[in-house]
């Protein structure tokens, strides 16, 4: 990557003990000038008030406890979310989230459209689900090249690796997530259809790494695969017919 001016606010959540993604957080800083480095926070490394009891209650309110993991990152999340509100100049300014395991795929056509697609929308997703995201096909439109934009299906939003936020979806955002229950990138299931508008691009412009998750074990990754492929083809079906 090459350094490249930076018409927007980059965060990138990382932490000093995530060793194998070091070189890939050295990427994104060299790649983002004056990148806001957020600690993640690990619940095995740092005191989180109440743990226990909030996996409890996620299990009671959604029928599985928050791996601890998972509970780090919506308070890590929160954090940036909170800081978009302080920082937000305006109702169309865009603030791009990225991870440790984040990976730009064109940085130049990010740049060259970032501020004039986002002011459409509340929330943008530049990478999703591991490049099984859906856009719907009634709002699907050229952005450049082989790049397409619109409205994704809900179904297949998922992932928190490359998204973007004005300071309506940070705000909204922040009020979903203060009663604990899914893991974070569960968007669907934390916000009401027509809430935020919602945006994205396929194929992705930011994806992921292969390194392991340090949310979940990497076990049963056979399983999950077939899983994702099933549920990609109907997601496919489904973003035909809207």
Not at 134 to 148: G, M, V
Not at 222 to 242: A, G, Q, T
Request: hydrophobic share 40%; aromatic share 12%.
């Amino acid at each position: 990557m090459t350094i490249s001016p930076k018409p927007f606010s980059v965060y990138l959540i990382s932490s000093a003990y995530e060793h194998s993604r070091k070189q890939y957080v050295e990427q994104l800083m060299h790649a983002f000038t004056g990148i806001t480095q957020v600690e993640a926070i690990y619940p095995s490394r740092t005191r989180i008030p109440f743990l226990d009891q909030l996996k409890e209650l996620s299990m009671l309110r959604v029928g599985r406890s928050l791996r601890d993991g998972e509970i780090g990152l919506i308070l890590t999340s929160r954090n940036i979310w909170r800081d978009i509100l302080q920082k937000s100049k305006n109702d169309e300014e865009h603030f791009l989230i990225l991870e440790s395991d984040s990976k730009v795929i064109n940085i130049d056509i990010l740049e060259a459209h970032f501020s004039k697609v986002t002011r459409n929308y509340d929330m943008f997703f530049w990478g999703a689900w591991f490049g099984h995201l859906r856009l719907l096909r009634s709002k699907r439109r050229q952005l450049q090249d082989k790049y397409f934009i619109g409205e994704p299906l809900r179904n297949a939003v998922a992932c928190t690796y490359g998204y973007s936020i004005n300071r309506k979806a940070a705000s909204c955002l922040l009020k979903a997530t203060n009663r604990i229950a899914h893991p974070v990138d569960e968007f669907k299931k934390y916000l009401k259809p027509g809430q935020l508008r919602w945006g994205a691009v396929v194929p992705e412009l930011i994806s992921v790494h292969d390194v392991p998750s340090t949310i979940q074990p990497n076990s049963g990754k056979m399983i999950e695969k077939i899983w994702i492929f099933v549920l990609d083809i109907r997601n496919y079906f489904l973003s035909l017919l809207n």
